[in-house]
């Protein structure tokens, strides 16, 4: 028999494919029968075929073993699978791509569209916020130039929510405030002077939710509520009175 001293090992790496594998476990086997020593006390040897049959299937056990890695070696081997892509990031370029020549074209509102549709699913997407900060800042000038003022303030609302301070809009903003604050305060004292006196009191409540600190506003609308109530008793009295006794 073979000493435990006299085994060979074999510096094949674990990716050897099976071909391979049974020609090193040939030579070892052969190299095997060839050096194992005589001894002439010993029982008659085995045949040479016999021999080297024998070693050939302890060669290839002692291979198997090497190359058998353990259960958890396998697991830790496997490569971990890739974070599968976010689906909707082609989706995401094709709608910015539309957004970004919408925007060269001037056509704001449908940058707003789909610059909405981005943020929808990606809040934080850097790129689509600089697209809707750059429409919503020419939209509101060009609303404010065109005298929609309640439209202009709405648009640099939402711009001021997005991006405090962003070129001049804060500006434009105060000045469409001013706008509509002095359209419905004119607007109620026309209405009051053609005694309209509730839609003068709407007027001026609209002047008061652009400002609260508007002074002239709130005491006229004080003054109206007044009148208003007057009236309101006064027609309650004419109506208890034309009822028959």
């Not at 494919?17 to 030579?27: D, E, I, K, N, T």
């Not at 194992?36 to 060669?59: D, I, K, M, T």
């Not at 060269?104 to 997407?125: C, D, I, K, Q, S």
């Not at 604050?181 to 109620?188: D, E, N």
Request: hydrophobic letters at 40%; a positive charge; aromatic letters at 6%.
């Amino acid at each position: 028999m073979r000493s435990r001293d006299e085994t060979r090992v074999c510096p094949v790496g674990r990716r050897t494919r099976p071909g391979l594998l049974l020609l090193v476990a040939l030579a070892l086997a052969l190299g095997a029968c060839a050096t194992v020593p005589r001894n002439p006390g010993a029982p008659a040897a085995r045949s040479p075929f016999e021999e080297f049959v024998g070693r050939l299937g302890n060669v290839l056990e002692e291979l198997k073993a090497a190359f058998k890695a353990p259960e958890g070696a396998k697991a830790s081997s496997k490569a971990p699978d890739a974070p599968a892509p976010r689906k909707v990031a082609r989706g995401d370029a094709v709608v910015l791509l539309k957004a970004s020549e919408a925007l060269e074209r001037g056509e704001y509102p449908t940058v707003l569209a789909e610059t909405n549709r981005v943020l929808a699913a990606t809040p934080r997407h850097a790129e689509a916020i600089e697209l809707r900060k750059v429409a919503l800042y020419r939209t509101g000038k060009r609303e404010f130039e065109e005298g929609r003022y309640a439209e202009s303030y709405r648009t640099l609302l939402e711009l001021a929510k997005l991006a405090p301070g962003y070129e001049d809009s804060a500006a434009t903003l105060q000045a469409s405030r001013d706008r509509l604050v002095r359209q419905h305060y004119s607007a109620g004292l026309r209405f009051f002077a053609e005694e309209r006196v509730e839609e003068a009191i709407a007027q001026w409540r609209l002047a008061l939710a652009y400002d609260p600190q508007h002074e002239s506003s709130r005491r006229n609308l004080e003054q109206a509520e007044r009148i208003l109530k007057g009236l309101e008793e006064r027609r309650k009295q004419e109506a208890r009175r034309s009822q028959p006794a």
